[in-house]
């Protein structure tokens, strides 16, 4: 605030994903997604909810994931660290609406973004995963041995849908808007 001035707006949009089964994955890959993805968004938001209220206004939002509500194999702890920070965001959103600050939440689904390749591209150059067509056609298809639905919207997301769905939660357009989860993921979770 000394540098840029007074805080309006906080935007969590951390996140790490290390893709495993439960029995499969490690202590340290849990402790990592609940660190960044959960943990990082309470240390933040607090300190700046700090400042929102005393000023009477504000906005929070957090960045979390459809995965948050719909069971995925391999995404236990992703999942449960994104249901944490989503819960998070909104519990605050009910300890801070008395001061006129608005907390919400932007669940998006599969986005086309580095994460995304890592998750289900296919091996490319120097086997860096690549989102080439067949990839992005096996995430849009869905996979049912692994209990996830396709995309009804036959596209993935791609980071401005996302961001413009962040934009509107923090503007004065959704200025009576709190407590909210918006799911942007082409209705992949039919919510």
Not at 140 to 146: L, M, N
Request: one cysteine or more; hydrophobic letters at 45%; glycine letters at 10%.
């Amino acid at each position: 605030e000394d540098e840029v001035g007074p805080l309006e707006v906080l935007v969590n949009a951390a996140g790490v994903l290390r893709p495993g089964g439960v029995t499969e994955s490690s202590l340290a890959d849990w402790q990592r997604m609940l660190a960044v993805n959960a943990t990082g968004v309470y240390l933040v938001s607090r300190e700046v909810a700090r400042c929102l209220s005393s000023r009477r206004r504000g906005a929070i939002v957090t960045v979390a994931s459809n995965a948050a509500g719909v069971p995925r194999v391999g995404m236990a702890a992703y999942a449960a660290s994104k249901a944490a920070a989503s819960s998070l965001t909104r519990s605050l959103g009910l300890e801070l609406a008395p001061y006129g600050v608005r907390c919400n939440v932007v669940s998006p689904g599969s986005t086309r973004t580095p994460m995304l390749a890592a998750l289900a591209g296919s091996p490319g150059p120097d086997d860096v995963p690549v989102l080439d067509e067949p990839a992005e056609a096996r995430v849009v298809a869905g996979t049912p041995q692994d209990f996830r639905l396709g995309i009804p919207l036959g596209r993935l997301a791609e980071v401005q849908d996302v961001a413009a769905a962040v934009v509107f939660l923090a503007s004065d357009a959704a200025r009576h808007i709190t407590v909210h989860e918006l799911v942007v993921d082409g209705g992949a979770t039919l919510r």
